[in-house]
């Protein structure tokens, strides 16, 4: 097996659970997995040059090791452990739990194995995923800290609140926050509000930690913007779920975000977009040196490519003419589909022969290559119509661009038209 960042070791005498596990882990990109089917075949790969994976997901009853003594081998390897068992008792939850795995997962229902995929996507993502812990109590912080290290966190502590807000502010990765509302001389409620001014539910996630019962101020603190709330007595485990489910949800939220202002056919950024976060982008940069340009462009006669060759090489079409427009984008730019065979780049360059420069390139480039599909190339041109941006007056500049394209169009196409 190869040394890959996500390869795993599944040691499983069942064969159904095998198969269960790896059809599981099929779905999860750039897993490696290795499968041992006793104590004695885990020892050997273990033992071998070849094999070092970065996970074990081990059962506790194997043919040759009754006992749960797989995971002490494991371990020995120093080998981050998840327990995927049939045997659930409390003592041998707390027995395991104390040698350091990572998860007790018992395999009583599909939705196990649905959580163990979660799991692993998770261990995945997770170390550029910030967690904040403030906490006047260096033990109580270090208590979460390792459990949130156990997961592979990015983790950061805080003594107090004034201390955690500068670390917010210097870690734009931080996406979850747990803090302790009862501290000396700090008012807990009055950091909760004045993070939630600036930080919304959807863009940190804030529990609630302490160490007293007191379900008045819970209530408060959930009112006041916390999204979860922790007592400091619980399991590291039951952190550790708070904070996953807590950041799940932060996820799915930014997944249908980005989804919003996307086009699902190529990937670009869509009209949503132009006129959200792109247009922000222009209003901010209105005394810059540089200048935004709209530049609409139209692939020439889309329609008999789609009537000639069918609509899986039209897709085909739009999907490289985006791919050669991200290609030759600056960092400053945006890039867009407007739908259909109508796409637009917002340009910023510091005068308008740079940007007609760079679209003529394109244009040549198109009509020269053309386009790829599977029985070959196919011919391929465009026309651009060239607008400058006045202040932050977008919508003007498309209309503009939209006139000089449909010129360009009307003119015999393949062509530039920016005055």
Known sequence: MSSAMHSILLVEDASFFEKAVMMTLKNIEET????????????????????????????????????????????????????????????????VYGKGIMDYIVK?????????????????????????VIDDSKPARESIIRALKMHRYQTFEAASAVEGQKIL???????????????????????????????????????????????????????????????KNCSSEEVLLRVAQNLKVIDRIAELRNRAIRDPLTGLYNRRYLFSQASQTVKAAQNDDKSFWVCLLDI??????????????????????????????????????????????????????EVEVKMQTLIEKLRLAGIKLEHGPIKVTASVGIAQVDGSDIAGAIDMADMRLYRAKDTGRDKLIAC
């Open 108 to 132: 009583d229902s599909p939705s196990s194995l649905d959580y163990l995929g979660e799991l692993i996507q998770q261990l995945r993502s997770n170390p550029e995923t910030g967690v904040l």
């Open 300 to 353: 020439d006669k889309f329609k008999s490519i789609n009537d000639t060759y069918g609509h899986i090489a039209g897709d085909t079409t739009l999907v490289t003419f985006a791919r050669e427009l991200q290609a030759m984008a600056g960092p400053e730019d945006h890039v867009l589909r407007l739908g259909g065979d109508e796409f637009c780049i917002l340009a910023k360059a510091d005068c308008q022969e």
């Open 169 to 231: 502010e210097e870690n734009p990765q931080i996406k979850l926050l747990l803090l302790d509302y009862v501290m000396p001389g700090e008012d807990g409620f009055a950091f909760l509000k004045a993070l939630r001014r600036k930080y919304g539910r959807d863009d940190l996630a804030i529990l609630g930690l302490s160490g007293i019962d007191d379900d008045e101020n819970r209530i408060r603190f959930l009112k006041y913007g916390a999204n979860d709330f922790i007592q």
């Open 32 to 95: 490696d997995v290795c499968v041992a089917r006793s104590y004695k075949e885990a020892e050997g790969l273990l033992s071998s040059s070849e094999v070092r994976p970065s996970l074990a997901l081990v059962d506790l009853t194997l043919p040759d090791a009754r006992d749960g003594e797989i995971v002490d081998l494991v371990k020995s390897h120093d080998i981050p452990t998840i327990v995927f068992t049939s045997r659930y008792a409390a003592n041998i939850r707390r027995s």
